[in-house]
């Protein structure tokens, strides 16, 4: 499989969480009840040591209304190398057509590399 | 009356009833089960009635439309007919509560389906019960626990039990994935799957299937994932299992992205928010940037 760089970090996720929590101004209790959860699994959520539903992920997203941008924007420019983040960033920046050909040629890229690379599978 | 004595209607209907359940024709069960309360209604016979209507709430609930059953369950368990009735009706309200996700109600209740069957000395409903309060613990993140749970209940379960074991199997070996012991994961879950197919009880494929394209994912073998997330999306749909289809549209929008293939990850994804987070626009984007298999939880 060809390993596409995606973000994996659950505690990165667990630790956005709670810092979107804090600059809406909600305790742990008020968001757990507004996702239906308890608040105990919000807490061990918010530490990456809890997983949930797709359901309770995204209503936690629906919750803060959030683009992935938004989502990321100040919280994985410590976890990426810094061209990576301004990488990321400035993908983020451009309307949405512009992002798909930029998709594209990267994809066009991977199989140019997949194909002359000798024991690429 | 047909002239045949009742208790033999009412039997005959419960035992189709069961069989036809092992066999996975739940909307056939149904039928039988009412059948069977409205017999025991007829007959007068309040100890049978509730017997038929645990029957008849254990496949409701297992068809995803348990709610209705709830209060009438509960108020079977507080009649205490006597410990088989308490256990079933016990036993059906913890696994309404875990449909509707609250989780430390059904846990409660499972104790109670726990403690019913350990009076009757009934090994199946003790392994059963077992399994309730694993499936809950492994909802709740507490694989550990969870894996302890499904142990006792195996070694409690009949070694006839063809799908409640390969059940058991199969979300044991989610958990072991879970932990990253694939090697075993991939062990339990064929078995799993071996006994479900041997069983054509198609519906109960849905989440080994699932759990065996997370375990691929893990293990980097998407051809494989693939597999087993398509075979589980068609069956989810004829079933209309929400659940499963949800969970499938996920596994595959996460196997193309990983693969590279982001049409086909779009394709999903977009799928999978058009038709249960039709609010959530962001979701494809995210999905497509965030490797979520860490956060997320396929049996909560």
């Avoid at chain 1, 190398?81 to 998709?103: I, S, T």
Wanted: charged fraction near 30%; include cysteine; charge should be positive.
């Amino acid at each position: 499989m060809a390993a596409a760089h995606k973000i994996r970090q659950v505690q990165l996720v667990g630790r956005k969480i709670r810092q979107l929590r804090k600059q809406h101004h909600l305790t742990q209790t008020e968001l757990s009840h507004r996702i239906g959860i308890q608040q105990s699994d919000l807490s061990r959520m918010e530490k990456g040591e809890y997983r949930v539903s797709l359901d309770t992920l995204f209503k936690i997203l629906a919750e803060f209304n959030l683009t992935v941008g938004e989502f990321f924007d100040g919280t994985h420019a410590d976890e990426l190398p810094p061209r990576e983040a301004r990488l990321v960033r400035d993908f983020h920046d451009l309307p949405g057509e512009a992002q798909r050909e930029v998709e594209d040629f990267i994809a066009g890229k991977r199989r140019q590399h997949q194909t002359t690379e000798p024991n690429g599978n | 009356m047909t002239g045949r004595p009742l208790a033999d209607d009412f039997d005959s209907l419960r035992g189709l009833g069961e069989r036809l359940v092992a066999a996975g024709r739940l909307e056939e069960a149904l039928a039988a089960f009412e059948r069977a309360l409205q017999t025991a209604a007829d007959a007068g016979d309040p100890r049978q009635a509730a017997l038929a209507a645990c029957n008849r709430a254990a496949v409701a609930i297992a068809l995803d439309r348990g709610e209705a059953e709830l209060p009438r369950q509960r108020a079977i368990l507080m009649r205490d007919f006597d410990d088989v009735v308490s256990h079933l009706a016990a036993y059906n309200i913890a696994r309404q509560h875990e449909r509707a996700k609250s989780f430390k109600k059904s846990l409660f209740y499972a104790r109670i389906a726990l403690d019913r069957a350990r009076l009757l000395g009934r090994q199946d409903w003790i392994a059963g019960s077992h399994n309730q309060i694993a499936n809950v613990l492994l909802a709740e993140s507490q694989v550990d626990e969870a894996i302890r749970e499904y142990e006792r209940a195996a070694a409690a379960m009949p070694a006839t039990a063809g799908v409640p074991r390969a059940q058991l199997l199969g979300n044991l070996g989610y958990c072991r994935a879970l932990q990253g012991r694939l090697r075993e994961a991939f062990q339990l879950l064929s078995r799993s799957l071996r006994l479900l197919i041997r069983a054509r009880a198609e519906r109960f494929q849905i989440s080994t299937r699932l759990d065996l394209c997370f375990a691929h994912l893990e293990a980097g073998r998407s051809r494989d994932a693939r597999r087993h997330g398509l075979v589980a999306l068609r069956l989810a749909e004829r079933a209309g299992d929400a659940d499963g289809i949800r969970n499938a549209l996920y596994l595959l929008g996460e196997e193309a992205s990983l693969r590279g293939d982001q049409a086909a990850a779009g394709d999903h994804f977009g799928r999978l928010q058009r038709e249960f987070f039709p609010g959530a626009a962001q979701l494809p984007s995210f999905l497509m940037t965030v490797d979520v298999r860490k956060l997320i939880n396929l049996h909560a």
